[in-house]
């Protein structure tokens, strides 16, 4: 249900970043996303086909990587990928468990067009 | 044409986190120490808000910025005819709370007299614990008619918590839970969680809540 607002924040950085760049427009969009980020893709790209026409980014693909989540165990210090988010250590048993990774959600890159001789 | 590729590398919330941010530095010089209270919609964040402006009614000063999805006064009203400030926010349908809201909520507030902020976050267990506020501590009411799988089912809210507070224990006599189910998820989630079990019908358990968060607000104007 938030993912409107998550939209609107991708189209405002996107834009920014290639406006500043000098860019025309923006044909890709690629976003790293935790696993244990609460958000839906096409739900996001509902939006996105909506908000983003009329600007540069108009027509540009969303990508999403997801990355796995990864938790430590205070018990025995193992540090292991996530299979299930209810799972004790591997190792020990222990339910004693620390999230280091896996609620990431950030914009890594664009892709951008140019026209010659502009200069970033 | 040339095309290329420009890194970013900005998190996506990140306008809002910088809010937050800003939130924070004001409640921190102003020494009101704030709360994020989730929980589902009628777990009780309305009626633990009364009942803990009633022990602290003559002590300490609590100022309150309710989240609602509909333009209602409901919650806001009932915060005012029990003496303390309350700002109402109608979120226009929004599922969640943000930092620029809480931003607005304070400018309405008169933070100079207050020693406590409670933001009531909208009724909801997915959204609100993707969006920092700013505030100092966050709150989850739980209660007993919801279910003990809750921790299992809602796992990132109680990963992000600082309290727990399990609401309606005077039910446990006729309702389906088993605490040790739903004190064992919520332990793998979030080990060690400071936890408060209160019935906000009964008041029992409220005076360990409060004391706590005496506490807390005596520990931020020490510094």
């Not at chain 1, 696993?35 to 839906?40: D, H, Y």
């Not at chain 2, 970013?8 to 209270?37: H, M, P, T, W, Y």
């Not at chain 2, 506020?133 to 990963?159: F, M, Q």
């Amino acid at each position: 249900m938030h993912e409107l607002a998550v939209t609107e924040s991708i189209l405002e950085i996107a834009n920014r970043h290639a406006t500043l760049a000098g860019a025309t427009k923006i044909t890709n969009i690629y976003i790293i996303l935790g696993r244990l980020s609460s958000i839906v893709d096409d739900s996001v790209q509902f939006y996105w086909d909506i908000i983003s026409q009329d600007t540069m980014s108009a027509g540009a693909k969303l990508h999403f990587q997801r990355i796995p989540a990864r938790m430590r165990c205070n018990e025995c210090s193992r540090e292991f990928e996530m299979q299930d988010e209810l799972a004790p250590c591997p190792q020990c048993g222990s339910i004693n468990l620390t999230l280091v990774a896996g609620d990431e959600f950030w914009l890594d890159s664009i892709e951008i067009e140019k026209e010659p001789g502009e200069t970033a | 044409m040339t095309v290329n590729r420009l890194p970013v590398v900005e998190k996506i919330l990140s306008a809002n986190d910088a809010v937050a941010g800003l939130n924070r530095k004001r409640l921190d010089q102003l020494k009101v120490f704030s709360i994020n209270l989730m929980a589902s919609p009628g777990a009780g964040k309305t009626s633990l808000i009364l009942q803990t402006i009633k022990i602290l009614s003559g002590r300490l000063n609590l100022g309150v910025i309710e989240g609602d999805t509909a333009p209602v006064t409901i919650d806001a009203d009932r915060v005012t005819d029990a003496g303390m400030p309350a700002v109402q926010i109608n979120t226009g349908g929004d599922c969640h709370l943000d930092a620029p809201m809480i931003d607005m909520g304070l400018n309405q507030l008169p933070l100079e007299k207050m020693d406590f902020l409670i933001v009531e976050n909208v009724g909801n267990l997915v959204c609100p614990a993707a969006f920092k506020l700013g505030t100092h501590a966050n709150v989850l009411v739980a209660s007993i008619p919801e279910g003990d799988d809750k921790p299992y089912k809602y796992p990132a809210i109680y990963r992000g918590l600082d309290v727990l507070i399990i609401n309606k224990i005077d039910l446990l006599p006729y309702v389906r839970f088993n605490m040790d189910y739903f004190r064992q998820g919520v332990e793998m989630l979030n080990p060690g969680l400071t936890t408060f079990a209160v019935s906000c019908t009964t008041g029992e358990g409220i005076d360990a809540w409060a004391n706590w968060l005496i506490n807390r607000a005596e520990e931020l104007k020490g510094k």
